[in-house]
Every structure is written in structure tokens, then in C-alpha cells.
């Protein structure tokens, strides 16, 4: 029989991408269990992000409640927790705070098999869908095995991101701003560092287009040695290291289009409906198959060719899979963006 819930916590405490495409499934589970309060467990960096999701009505800071989640638990009125992330010790928390329904994937941890009680079974090395269709999987216990299309998701997608006025005050000057992400995090293959300055080089010959260049204080530090071509052209300022993620929501919001590999930046800009560029290798698992940025302004590019020799193997960064990609192929999609803020399109 199918549940209902009043309070559910949904956990994901991992990055910030993760937590993006988990998101519509909590907006999915608001049209299931209408009136229900769905509050989130995620980390500090990323919890002011959250908020911004119009789907979740609290967010719960795992620093905050990790040295007693049976007891933060018992003292709240959540009755189901999902572990869209599997997470040992919120599980045995649950089972033993007596949370009425433990949802969790019962094929990925066995604790999970042991501590909850209302389980999936799904491979996500099996699966064809994308990872935010995959977390609909965890909503088999309401009785709904309706899983969105992509072109479904976007719309499954509810923020509200607060313009910042100084923000506003630095793309003011310029007609188009655009946001490079370089680096990934780890995360995923990248595109070449020197694409990037052929892009931007290509870029400056139109009046009125500024390079934002984004990423973490580190990613800044390996620009500096790895691209300083980059850094030196006058269309392009670089603010690795100088936002929070909270402010780098805004920051995207406000700009004009984003271009990034596979990384969290990435689907954060698709998700709040910011015209988006993702750069893809073929390979599994990092395909767009399973990653791609999904929003109604959101678009991809892989190589239709078969992935490089040995990349599959190689722990590298940027194959020849992402040099396939070329930057005239990046250039022309981000004219028809210009095209089309120029004229209203």
C-alpha cells in the first residue's frame, strides 16, 4: 500500500551538483503528499543554496545535528526519511528515533537492508537515465514509478535567487556576461585550458562581451601557473576564490550564459534556468547521458566519436575525448546567445 508522509527529511550531503539533481524529486513529492514540509540535511557550504529552492521549506546543516542525530530526530516531527545519499549513521539514527518510514536503496549498502524499512532496489551503474531521473526511484514507495523525461525535469525545477545590486553594479558596463568555469573539482573530464583562451580571444573581437572566470581559490591558484594567457586578456577578470556558493548562485543568476564541464556550478546554472553550455566526454560514467545539464536554457556538447584511447583507464583531467570539442563549436552557440539577448529572443 502506498505511504504518505507530513515531514520528510530527504539527506544529501554530498556536493552541491548531487544536491541540484535531487531537487526534483522533492517537487515531485510536494504534488504526492500535498501539504507535506520536506526539509533537507546537506552540509554548511551549500545549505544558503538550498534555501534558495522554493521546494524545500527547511534546511537541516549536518554540523549542526551530526553529534546526535537520534536525538534531533526524536525531537522533531519528521515521519520519513529518504536517503537519496547512502548514509550509515542517519540510518541507524532513524531506525532507532523510531522514524515511521525509512526510505533507502536497499542494492547499495546492506545497513541499508537492515535500517530501512520501505525499500528500493535500483543499479545505478545499470541505469540509462540521468542521475536526477535515477533519484525518482526512491519515490516507489508512494506508489509512483513515473519516471519524468529530461525534458520533463526542468520544469520540476522552483528557485528563487535574490538579485544582488553590486553584482548588477559590475555587469552594468557590458552587453554579455559570460561565466568560464575551467576547472571541475575533480569532478569530471575538463575542457582544454587552452580552448578557453581561443574562445576568450574569439570573443574579444565583439564589442560589449566580459569573461567572468569562476571556480575555488585552488582552481584560481592553477590558472594563475597553468593559464596565464587567460588571465592576461583584457575581456576577462577573474573571481576564483572570491564568492561563496551562495553568492556565486546569485552571481550566475545575474550573468548572461555559463559554460562549464561536468561539475556543480554547472548544474546549479541549468537548474535556475540560466542559459547553460556542458562540455562532455563519451565516456561512462562521466557522459552526458548520466550528467548532462538539464534546464530550459540548457545545452550539451560531446564528441559523436567513440572515447580515446585508454581515457576510460587514464586519471586525467583533459583527454583527447574533450579536445574534440572544439572551440568554434563552443563559439557558435555562445553567439546565438548573444544574438538572442540582443534581440529578445
Known amino acids: 500500500m502506498p505511504i504518505t508522509s507530513k515531514h520528510i527529511l530527504i539527506s544529501r550531503t554530498d556536493n552541491i551538483g548531487d544536491i541540484v539533481l535531487t531537487l526534483p524529486m522533492a517537487a515531485r ?13 546537506c552540509r554548511r557550504y551549500a545549505a544558503d543554496v538550498v534555501r534558495y529552492c522554493d521546494d524545500i521549506d ?36 532513524a531506525f532507532f528515533a523510531r522514524v515511521k518510514h525509512r526510505i533507502g536503496n536497499a542494492r ?5 537492508l537492515i535500517y530501512c524499512n520501505d525499500r528500493v532496489r535500483f543499479s545505478k551503474g545499470l541505469s540509462e537515465n540521468h542521475e536526477s531521473q535515477i533519484n525518482f526511484e526512491f ?8 519516471i519524468p523525461t529530461r525534458e520533463e525535469i526542468p520544469d520540476l525545477y522552483h528557485f528563487t535567487v535574490p538579485r544582488d545590486e553590486e553584482i548588477a553594479a559590475g555587469f552594468a558596463p557590458y552587453q554579455f556576461n559570460l561565466i568560464l568555469h575551467t576547472k571541475s573539482n575533480g569532478h569530471g573530464r575538463e575542457w582544454p585550458v587552452d580552448y578557453y583562451v581561443a574562445l576568450a580571444q574569439a570573443l574579444g573581437q565583439q564589442a560589449g562581451v566580459r569573461i567572468w572566470l569562476t571556480g575555488s581559490t585552488g582552481e584560481g591558484e592553477w590558472l594563475q601557473q597553468h593559464a596565464p594567457a587567460l588571465l592576461a586578456l583584457p575581456n576577462v577578470t577573474n573571481t576564483c576564490g572570491s564568492m561563496s556558493l551562495a553568492r556565486l548562485t546569485q552571481f550566475i543568476a545575474q550573468a548572461d550564459g555559463l559554460i562549464a564541464s561536468g561539475t556543480g556550478p554547472l548544474h546549479l546554472s541549468a537548474a535556475i534556468g540560466q542559459r547553460t553550455l556542458g562540455l562532455f566526454p563519451p565516456t561512462r560514467p562521466m557522459h552526458p547521458g548520466r550528467w548532462a545539464a538539464l534546464g530550459k536554457r540548457a545545452s550539451n556538447l560531446c564528441t559523436d566519436q567513440a572515447s580515446c584511447p585508454g581515457c576510460e583507464k587514464l586519471r586525467i583531467m583533459t583527454c583527447d575525448c574533450m579536445r574534440r570539442i572544439t572551440p568554434d563549436q563552443v563559439l557558435a552557440v555562445v ?10 529572443t
Open 335 to 344: 553567439s546565438g546567445w548573444i544574438e538572442e539577448k540582443a534581440t529578445g
Open 108 to 112: 547499495q549498502k546492506v545497513y541499508q
Open 29 to 41: 513529492l510536494k504534488q504526492l503528499n500535498p501539504g507535506v514540509k520536506i526539509s533537507l540535511l
Open 58 to 93: 527547511e534546511v537541516v546543516e549536518e554540523e549542526n545535528v551530526a553529534d546526535d542525530l537520534v536525538g534531533f530526530l526524536r525531537g522533531s516531527d519528521i515521519d520519513t526519511v529518504i536517503l537519496a545519499q547512502p548514509n550509515r549513521e542517519l540510518a541507524k539514527a
Open 139 to 146: 519515490l516507489r514507495p508512494y506508489g509512483d514509478d513515473h
